[in-house]
């Protein structure tokens, strides 16, 4: 896609997923005539029109200006802001939702037919430019949508395709995942402190280990038993600790706190079913 081909994108609702798309995007070589959004807020709206240069507008402005807009408010808070869409939205208009739970049956029943919908789910990584974030089309989006939605958040992250019944367990990996290894890391600096070293230190071995970690896993493409077989060796220290972490059944707590946070999901999503 080239540049001139690049649509103008509106995030509606620019709190912290939406304001992270637009640097993002303004990082990515977007320019901040290509970008715009909406705000409840004034003050919030002028906070973000001097930090990049874009300009706010209200939600008809954008469904007549931008091709592509970007639904980024608290799923509670979607109501009021599909009644305003509804009558200002038309079949060329691209809506991409990133709102957790939300079905994409619910924006194609409540805006006027033939509105294509791809529902995201991104998760927090997306203020460094490292989400992932997974996509599933509505009734009426094609593969040329998908394209479209892929290239703008392949600016923020990576991006998979997944039919739209997975996306409770996607919610569940990637969307909470970052908390359950916020949760792994804060525990594992409290074990330093356990061993009397500073809290400093501690969060600095921790914080650095956890992101060289990461980056061989992304990096090498090696599988995860391969990279911690090769620092388990025999009788020594690491195997000590996997004896204890196995004992304690972590594995067993991961795979149940993941199917919790897929069954909390699905819960929530029922509240929007036809
Ligand atoms: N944060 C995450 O980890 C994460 C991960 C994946 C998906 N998401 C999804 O991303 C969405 C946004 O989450 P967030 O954490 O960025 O929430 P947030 O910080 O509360 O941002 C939402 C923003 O939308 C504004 N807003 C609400 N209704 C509006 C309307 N009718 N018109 C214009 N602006 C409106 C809110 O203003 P007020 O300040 O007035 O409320 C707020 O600034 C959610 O649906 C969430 O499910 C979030």
Redesign the pocket.
């Known amino acids: 896609m080239t540049n001139a081909d690049k649509p103008t994108i509106a995030v ?7 304001e992270a798309l637009l640097s993002g995007l303004l990082a990515g070589g977007r320019r901040p005539d290509e970008l715009m959004f ?4 004034g003050e ?1 709206a002028s906070e973000l029109t001097n930090r990049y240069g874009i300009r706010a507008v209200d ?1 008809a402005t954008a469904a007549k200006d931008a091709r592509v807009l970007v639904v ?4 509670q ?1 979607i109501e ?2 599909l009644d ?1 869409l509804a009558p200002a939205v038309g079949g060329d208009s691209l809506v991409v939702s ?3 739970g939300l079905p994409t049956s619910l924006y194609e029943r409540r805006l006027p037919d033939g509105v294509p919908v791809v529902r995201v ?4 990584p997306m203020v460094v430019g490292e989400a992932m974030s997974a996509i599933s089309p509505g009734r009426f989006a094609t593969a040329d949508h998908l394209a479209v939605v892929e290239e703008l958040l392949g600016v923020v992250g990576l991006v998979v395709r997944v039919p739209e019944s997975q996306q409770d367990a996607v919610t569940a990996l990637s ?1 909470s995942g970052p908390a359950y290894f916020f949760f792994l890391v804060e525990a594992m600096i409290d074990a330093g402190i356990l061993l009397g070293l500073p809290r400093a230190v501690s969060e600095k071995l921790i914080i650095q280990s956890a992101v060289g970690a990461a980056t061989m896993l992304a990096r090498t493409g090696e599988h995860p038993v391969t990279l911690r077989e090769a620092v388990t060796s025999p009788a020594g220290t690491t195997i000590m600790a996997i004896r204890e972490l196995e004992n304690h059944g972590v594995r067993a707590a991961l795979l149940a706190a993941i199917e919790a946070a897929h069954d909390r999901s699905q819960e929530l999503g029922r509240q929007h079913e036809d």
Do not use: S
């Open positions: 509606l609702g620019a709190g912290k997923i939406g909406t705000e409840r807020h919030r939600v980024a408010v608290k799923p808070d009021p802001l305003e990133l709102c957790a789910m991104p998760n927090t969307g």
